[in-house]
């Protein structure tokens, strides 16, 4: 069975950094690409970052282009979402999503992980 | 505000068809297949419809799905309690990114 848990996540000053991590198993985590997808409390959701198996294709959101880093070590089943700069309006759940595919363009994505929350605060 | 536009609400009693509309541009719901998650209360999004009318393995066949040029429909019908959620329609867009809809909190009476 996929499995996603991501971790990392918690109150933070505004400007400040967080790095989010995103543990997989239960399928060859280095034949997939991944994502990962936001969602304010309360709100809707918003894809925010998207990684090829081998990392070669990264995409972001432009809301968090120049301030997120998505990588991923495909020895370790993981995924990490790097967050500088943060802003109050990046305050919401973090989701990891499996790609149906090893490309993030144009494919789909499940399952998806139970989320982290980040909260940018002062 | 989304880049896909559903209604915010919708509702039926138990045993009704209910069907959620999500409309979009060429470049995504024009070009691309649109994608159905369901999120129920307190849980991660599960993937509905992939494709524009297909279902996952575990999904009953209760839900469908149709995308006719620059928009998409999600119809469930026999709607049960269990089915009270959140749906969101998504695809890809032309412009390298993901988009999804505001999403429709669907309420069983």
């Known amino acids: 069975e996929v499995q996603l848990v991501e971790s990392g996540g918690g109150l933070v000053q505004p400007g400040r950094s967080l790095r989010l991590s995103c543990a997989a198993s239960g399928f060859t985590f280095g034949d997939y690409a991944m994502h990962w997808v936001r969602q304010a409390p309360g709100e809707g959701l918003e894809w925010v970052s998207g990684?090829?198996?081998?990392?070669?294709?990264?995409g972001y959101a432009d809301s968090v282009k120049g301030r997120f880093t998505i990588s991923r070590d495909n020895a370790k089943n993981s995924l990490y979402l790097q967050m500088n700069s943060l802003k109050p309006e990046d305050t919401a759940f973090y989701y990891c999503?499996?790609?149906?595919?090893?490309?993030?363009?144009?494919?789909?994505?499940?399952?998806w992980g139970q989320g982290t929350l980040v909260t940018v605060s002062s | 505000q989304s880049v896909l536009t559903q209604p915010p609400s919708a509702s039926g009693t138990p045993g009704q068809r209910v069907t959620i509309s999500c409309s979009g541009r060429?470049?995504?719901?024009?070009?691309?297949?649109v994608y159905w998650f369901q999120q129920l209360p307190g849980t991660a999004p599960k993937l509905l419809i992939y494709?524009?009318?297909q279902r996952p393995s575990g999904v009953p066949d209760r839900f469908s799905g149709s995308k006719p040029g620059t928009s998409a429909s999600l119809a469930i019908s026999g709607l049960r309690s269990e089915d009270e959620g959140d749906y969101y329609c998504?695809?890809?867009?032309?412009?390298?990114?993901?988009?999804f809809g505001g999403g429709t909190k669907l309420t069983v009476l």
């Open positions: 494709r524009n009318n």
């Open positions: 998504a695809a890809w867009d032309d412009s390298l990114s993901w988009v």
């Open positions: 990684i090829s198996w081998n990392s070669g294709s990264i």
């Open positions: 999503a499996k790609d149906f595919a090893s490309t993030w363009e144009n494919n789909y994505f499940d399952p």
């Open positions: 060429r470049s995504n719901l024009g070009n691309n297949y």
